[in-house]
């Protein structure tokens, strides 16, 4: 019954270092990224510029429980999901990628 025991768990022990390893390289991380980016989006308030996943770069004018009212570039506004805004803009990342290269 002993040998039996641990012939089982040999066999499981790769399965289980397996687990392990999609754990911690894919799964810890993606849940991280995910928390983080629930975060940024609750952490928003109008003036912030976002860019939405569709790749429009947008200012937060009113903040509502689904949806951001946003400013486009050309004085329009729009009503944009909270699930399509990709990231903020930091002013700084702003001002740099203005900036003509040397």
């Known amino acids: 019954m002993g040998s039996n025991f ?3 768990f040999q066999a499981l022990i ?8 999609f754990y911690f390289l ?17 952490s928003l308030k109008k003036g912030d510029k976002i860019v939405s996943t569709g790749g429009f770069v947008c200012e ?21 999901s909270k699930d399509f805004v990709s990231f903020k803009v930091d002013d700084s990342a702003e001002s740099s990628s203005t900036q003509p290269k040397k």
């Open 14 to 21: 790769p399965f289980i270092v397996l687990f392990a390893l």
């Open 60 to 80: 937060v004018i009113k903040v509502e429980d689904t949806f951001f009212s946003v400013r486009l570039s050309d004085d329009s506004t729009a009503r944009l």
């Open 26 to 42: 894919l799964i810890r991380p993606q849940r991280t990224q995910a928390k983080r980016h629930r975060e940024m989006i609750e």
């Open 6 to 8: 641990g012939e089982i």
